[in-house]
T-cell receptor
């Protein structure tokens, strides 16, 4: 069965600190996709990134970077130089493909 | 480009009453999803449509929940009768097709059952 675990329930940082959100997943599929979504207080889920199971190349996009390691079934997400506007709940999700399986989310609070 | 639209944004009902939620997906998106998000948890898929056909409704409590997408565009999710545990945010999402990977979410409807 598909499962996504986000062990960090809440994280608080001060603005300009770097922060990493952890995600561990379980699947028996050989082809799958991993996602990060952001849910600000307004409630709408905002798509951030998608990675497929064949692409372990890590990427940096502005202040965001991702570390995908199949050997440890982890897909971690880092925000560099955090800002107050980054405060939100961040969800890691797995697609099998089609339906999304979400973790419980990590509440990130960035203090000024 | 307009995003996924949902209404109402908030709804408060008493248990055993009925309620309906409406979703209008992004234009041209063939696949539509309804998710239930209970406070403190991640969204859970209730039902998935491809055009006007159901692809996956294995997690839909069919004794009280129903959904339709008659013309392959808008969709309605209904609960009848509601229970206290149905209090949640109901999110609608759409994607280009069943093979597309990105799902785009609407703002959700927050339901409170008292």
């Amino acid at each position: 069965a598909q499962k996504v675990t986000q062990a960090q329930t809440e994280i608080s940082v001060v603005e300009k600190e770097d922060v990493t959100l952890d995600c561990v997943y379980e699947t028996r599929d050989t082809t799958y996709y991993l996602f990060w979504y952001k849910q600000p207080p307004s409630g709408e889920l905002v798509f951030l990134i998608r990675r497929n199971s064949f692409d372990e190349q890590n990427e940096i996009s502005g202040r965001y970077s991702w570390n995908f390691q199949k050997s440890t079934s982890s897909f971690n997400f880092t925000i560099t130089a955090s800002q107050v506007v980054d405060s939100a709940v961040y969800f890691c999700a797995l697609s099998d493909p089609g339906r999304l399986y979400f973790g419980r989310g990590t509440q990130l609070t960035v203090w000024p | 480009e307009a995003g996924v639209a949902q209404s109402p944004r908030y709804k408060i009902i008493e248990k055993r009453q009925s309620v309906a939620f409406w979703c209008n997906p992004i234009s041209g998106h063939a696949t539509l999803y309804w998710y239930q998000q209970i406070l403190g948890q991640g969204p859970k898929l209730l039902i998935q449509f491809q055009n006007n056909g159901v692809v996956d409704d294995s997690q839909l409590p069919k004794d009280r929940f129903s959904a339709e997408r008659l013309k392959g565009v808008d969709s309605t999710l209904k609960i009848q009768p509601a229970k206290l545990e149905d209090s949640a945010v109901y999110l609608c999402a759409s994607s280009l097709d069943i093979g597309a990977r990105e799902q785009y979410f609407g703002p959700g409807t927050r339901l409170t059952v008292t």
